[in-house]
Every structure is written in C-alpha cells, then in structure tokens.
C-alpha cells in the first residue's frame, strides 16, 4: 500500500552541524510531498512542500529535493541550531485521493550547544 | 488570529467513560480532521468532514464518532474509553485538499489517557 518510511531517531548533533533526514515513499500515481515539523508542546506546522519531481522545496533553511528515481524526499539543513529541535514527519498526498495525508512515523532531532 | 483551537489539552480517564474532544476553526475552512499520533506510528486519521454536515471515517474510525453540525467545530467522541486510546489527538482543517494545496493548519493537541 501507500506508504511513506522516515530513518529512526532521535537524532543527536552538536550546533552548526549538516543535518540529513531520510524519507522515501510508496505510492501509486504521482503524489505531492511535504515535511512537516513539531515543536515541543505544539502542533504540527507545514515546514516544506514539493508536488512534482525535481522540485525542490525550501524554508527556513531547511532543503528538500523530490527525487522520483529513488521515491525519495530527504531533509537537509546545511547548520542546526539548538531551535531546531523538534520532531519532524515526512507525509505525502496521493493524486487520485486528496482528501488524506500519509504521514510517516517522524523523527526526533535534538540540537545541543 | 486564533487558528485551529482543541480543547481540554489533557484528560484522563477511566475505561468505560465517555467525553468529547471540541476542535475549533476561525478560518472558514471547509475541511477537518482528527489524527491520533502514537510513539512509532506518525500520525493516523480517525474521521475527516469536507463541509458542514458531513462526515467520513479515516484510517481508525473504530470506537470514534464525529459530528460537524456547525463548519467551525469538529467534535470527536469516545462513546466508552479504552487503554488503547491512550494517545495525543491532533485537529487540523484546511481550505480544500487538492495538488498543491493550501497547507493544513493543525490545533496544538489533546493528551488523553486512559487507565
């Protein structure tokens, strides 16, 4: 079935370091991506978004590239900070059904100084 | 600008109780949702609505009900509690679900455990 897979966590790194998130997906049709971030205490909000290959979305620094070859949506951020720590989801929207979002399970980042 | 509102923000209770979750839009959004998210699970959808009056089962409708009687509120019940709805329960809504479309707007989160 229709499926997105995100890399475990936590992850764990130090202030200024490259962070990478994996996130691939199974779907049929063409779906659109997005990652979604969760701050401690709150809800979640819509951090990026890309709905066709090759596009990448972008905000806040942070980067990702939608890469039909290898069904895959990685996060990256070139230098964290300690604020940016949170949960983070990988989720996509099927083309022929858009009344639901697939959400995968998220992953933990925490940021130390 | 309140947003997407859910109240209470915590409860516990008893296997066998009942109570009602309220979710809340001040934006005119036609659609809403519930989620749960649970450790290791991401998000699932319990019920969704696409416009005032109506009302669909998502991924876990099962030992939920919903009602949408005014476009704002979204209420979600649980008619008789179990340990397995322990959970944190996410209200979102969002303007129409289409390729590109507007971002969902999600409400801060209920913590609800039942014992």
């Known amino acids: 079935g229709d499926s997105v897979t995100q890399m475990e966590g936590p992850v764990t790194l130090s202030e200024e370091a490259f962070l990478t998130i994996n996130c691939t997906y199974t779907?049929?049709?063409?779906?659109?991506l997005f990652w979604y971030v969760q701050y401690p205490g709150e809800g979640l909000q819509l951090l990026l978004k890309?709905?066709?290959?090759?596009d990448k979305g972008s905000n806040k620094g942070f980067e990702a590239t939608y890469r039909k070859e290898t069904t895959s949506f990685h996060l990256e951020k070139g230098s964290v900070q300690v604020s940016d720590s949170a949960v983070y989801f990988c989720?996509?929207?099927?083309?022929?059904?858009?009344?639901?979002?697939?959400f995968g399970t998220g992953t933990r980042l925490q940021v130390f100084p | 600008n309140a947003g997407v509102t859910q109240t209470p923000k915590f409860r516990v209770l008893k296997t066998g109780q009942s109570m009602t979750l309220l979710c809340a839009q001040d934006?005119?959004?036609?659609?809403m949702y519930w989620y749960r998210q649970d450790p290791g699970m991401g998000l699932r959808l319990i019920h969704y609505?696409?416009?005032?009056?109506?009302?669909a089962k998502g991924e876990v409708p099962d030992g939920y009900n919903v009602s949408r009687l005014k476009k704002q509120n979204f209420l979600l019940g649980l008619e008789s509690a179990a340990p397995s709805q322990t959970s944190v329960y996410f209200c979102?809504?969002?303007?129409?679900?289409?390729?590109?479309?507007?971002?969902?707007?999600f409400g801060s989160g209920t913590q609800l455990s039942v014992l």
């Open positions: 979102a809504s969002s303007y129409v679900m289409t390729l590109g479309f507007e971002k969902l707007f």
């Open positions: 779907a049929t049709g063409y779906p659109s």
């Open positions: 890309a709905t066709k290959a090759d």
């Open positions: 989720a996509l929207i099927l083309s022929y059904n858009t009344d639901k979002l697939i």
């Open positions: 934006m005119n959004h036609e659609y």
């Open positions: 609505s696409v416009g005032e009056g109506t009302t």
